[in-house]
């Protein structure tokens, strides 16, 4: 037989392939056959066995006879044979007795890689970027150290901060138009950034060394934003390494006021230089045709999230110095935990049957994720001698409030950690010396709060389709 099915055969076909596809096969349930092929042996009774037998392979996946009869045309059967040999009248007929016959066998699909494979070494090195610069402090404090500095550095630093957290969404947003566009904001964002952390630190400081050295903490800041928005990690490790080797020589030689100072100046240099040929390279690309400029109010409450989580660090850094170290040096880990949520939430969407078995193993990966953070957290604050259980507060705010920012969810983090960044500067600097309970009584309240605003929202299958 050969030309295409009568319309209404066609339709009457894709409705049934429809049902099929959306409900199980009554036959499937019906029969009690053995299973043909799989690499079992039938006993071949007649001729329709027998070719059974030879096909099964490609019989069993059909969901409608029609597929059977298209197979057997491709194997050039001919009415004859189907009439003489196998003793049915056409060649619907033989195929809705090879469909019955043969059971139905659906191959498992590959498996999909998983989208949220996270890359080992480019976590492990930003959370080493993170704590690297830090080298700095000691090596040039003796250069600047003054009455009003430490404050000038910290408001600086706080700025940067912020800045950068908003300045970094809103170029990973232009980023997916193209790295023209992003090139184009870190062109004006990263400067304006840098201008307004200095000019903090200079009303605050005044003329004094403490000023300019918060300056060069504020461009380098800004420089290396660009590039770790560029993936560029790499590159800005290379221009740490002068303040890496400054500090490497401190426990064996003075090195001088000159080579304390021009060290962490080369650094600023080659990340500056690094981050600028990185943002003219994407602009020389060309741009995107129709590319949407987003609205600044999309970035603020990342911009407020990261003043609230500075806030947070820094007044925990004001009573235990090294947690500062210990929670920067954890960004890298806790990164690769975000990828590892969303890699085994959407295996756990694949697997789960329902909404209620999906939120419940949902819970127990966002549990285990945040406990796998949070352990080695335990010793080092025991180890630096901070606060154990605050410490962990905290850290919990910062990881969860960045899992639900990766979801696109930011003005409730936002607010929670202002919030309990608040509460704890509050604390320091209103009522000295700080209770330390209230960092932990903030901190853990914001904590659950977050905790249970992930449950709720990232426990619904649609939030990771």
């Not at 170290?325 to 295996?347: D, F, K």
């Amino acid at each position: 037989m050969s030309g295409p099915l009568p319309l209404k055969d066609a339709r009457r076909a894709d409705d049934t392939l429809t049902l099929r596809l959306a409900s199980p096969s009554p036959i499937d349930g019906a029969l009690r056959l053995p299973r043909i092929g799989a690499g079992r042996r039938v006993r071949a009774d007649d001729a329709v066995d027998e070719l059974a037998a030879r096909l099964a392979d490609r019989i069993g996946p059909a969901v409608h006879p029609y597929e059977v009869a298209a197979l057997l045309e491709s194997e050039g059967l001919t009415g004859e044979a189907i009439t003489t040999r196998y003793g049915h009248e056409n060649l619907f007929s033989l195929a809705e007795d090879l469909y019955t016959r043969v059971p139905r066998d659906f191959p498992e699909p590959p498996a999909a890689a998983d989208p949220w494979a996270p890359d080992h070494l480019r976590c492990a090195l930003r959370g080493a970027l993170f704590g690297l610069p830090g080298l700095a402090y000691p090596l040039t404090s003796g250069l600047w150290f003054s009455e009003g500095a430490v404050a000038a550095l910290i408001v600086a630093g706080l700025v940067s901060w912020a800045w950068s957290q908003g300045l970094a969404h809103r170029a990973y947003l232009r980023l997916a138009s193209g790295r023209h566009e992003a090139g184009r904001t870190l062109l004006y964002g990263a400067p304006a950034g840098a201008l307004l952390a200095s000019g903090a630190a200079a009303v605050l400081a005044g003329p004094t060394p403490a000023a300019l050295f918060a300056v060069g903490q504020s461009v380098y800041l800004a420089a290396a934003g660009v590039l770790l928005v560029f993936a560029e990690e790499r590159l800005l490790l290379g221009a740490l390494v002068p303040v890496m080797a400054g500090a490497a020589l401190l426990p064996w030689v003075e090195p001088g006021p000159w080579v304390r100072g021009g060290l962490p100046v080369l650094t600023v240099v080659l990340a500056v230089a690094t981050a600028w040929r990185a943002i003219g390279a994407a602009v020389r690309e060309d741009p995107a045709p129709g590319a949407v400029r987003p609205g600044v109010a999309e970035s603020l409450p990342y911009g407020l999230f990261g003043l609230g989580a500075g806030v947070l660090v820094m007044c925990a850094g004001l009573q235990h110095p090294w947690a500062v170290v210990v929670l920067t040096l954890s960004m890298g880990p806790a990164e690769w935990l975000l990828y590892r949520y969303r890699g085994l939430s959407v295996a756990v969407l694949r697997r789960a049957t329902t909404p209620a078995g999906f939120r419940l193993r949902s819970a127990g990966v966002l549990g285990g994720c945040l406990g796998v953070y949070l352990l080695p957290l335990v010793p080092a604050a025991h180890f630096t001698g901070g606060g154990t259980a605050s410490l962990l507060a905290l850290a919990a705010v910062l990881w969860t409030a960045l899992l639900l920012q990766a979801f696109g969810i930011a003005w409730l983090p936002a607010a929670l950690t202002l919030c309990a960044a608040a509460g704890v500067a509050g604390a320091a600097f209103l009522l000295p010396p700080a209770d330390p309970l209230v960092p932990l009584l903030c901190c853990g309240v914001a904590a659950l709060a977050l905790l249970g605003c992930a449950l709720h929202l990232l426990g619904r299958p649609t939030a990771h389709v």
